[in-house]
């Protein structure tokens, strides 16, 4: 079975400061990773996506994030965040060879950027 | 238009009542899921759907019934709501094959149970 916790609930970060947003899993087998943003009344949204190969990944609105196998984990970071980026972030796992098998989320973490 | 469409988009009911949340999607995709958004909890999944006539079970399907139509609908049904079913349901899609691809989500609906 496939577990993800996102380390923090809530990050409070002022406007064109970096932030961090923390993620670790847990699977027996290997898998592929997934970072979604959903805005106030909104649905999700695809931020980025590891498969393979480079474990820097990039992905939309200035987001990146980093595959670590041996830590398992994938957290994302943006050095300069926006007001705009307001939002909940989720992480999210599937395994490998396991085609259509639903992503397993973590519980969100709430960014909040204040000027 | 949207890609997948959820409707309602907000629905209060009364405890007991049958209620019915419909999903339909113009993506094309096989695979079709229920999730469920509580504060704090992140999403949980309810079913999910593989093509017309594979129906599972996800992690919370107690007290929840779901129907897929066609290729394209997959509704979720309360056959008796309680409160604390009160949350922010989203359907999402996916391709098959490939354990890679990504799940496109609906707008949600946001459901109060009173």
């Known amino acids: 079975a496939q577990s993800v916790t996102q380390l923090d609930s809530q990050v409070p970060v002022f406007e064109e400061a970096p932030v961090e947003l923390r993620c670790n899993y847990s699977?027996?087998?290997?898998?592929?990773l997934f970072w979604y943003v959903q805005y106030p009344n909104q649905g999700l949204q695809l931020l980025l996506k590891y498969l393979s190969g480079s474990t820097l990944v990039k992905g939309i609105n200035g987001f990146e994030a980093e595959f670590n196998k041996s830590q398992t984990s994938f957290h994302l970071r943006k050095p300069s965040v926006h007001i705009s980026d307001t939002a909940e972030y989720f992480c999210a796992v599937r395994p490998l060879r396991q085609a259509g098998t639903a992503l397993i989320f973590g519980k969100g973490t709430t960014l909040s950027v204040s000027s | 238009d949207a890609d997948v469409t959820q409707t309602p988009r907000n629905r209060i009911t009364k405890t007991g009542k049958r209620i019915m949340l419909e999903c339909s999607q113009t993506?094309?995709?096989?695979?079709m899921y229920w999730y469920r958004q509580d504060p704090g909890l992140g999403l949980q999944l309810i079913y999910y759907?593989?093509?017309?006539?594979?129906?599972n079970k996800g992690e919370i399907s107690d007290g929840y019934s779901v129907s897929r139509q066609a290729q394209a609908k997959f509704s979720l049904s309360l056959e008796s709501a309680i409160p604390n079913q009160t949350a922010l349901y989203f359907c999402?899609?996916?391709?098959?094959?490939?354990?890679?691809?990504?799940?496109?989500f609906g707008q949600g609906t946001r459901l109060t149970v009173v």
């Open positions: 759907s593989f093509d017309v006539k594979d129906i």
């Open positions: 699977s027996s087998v290997s898998v592929y």
């Open positions: 999402a899609t996916s391709d098959y094959p490939g354990g890679d691809s990504e799940a496109f």
């Open positions: 993506k094309g995709h096989d695979r």
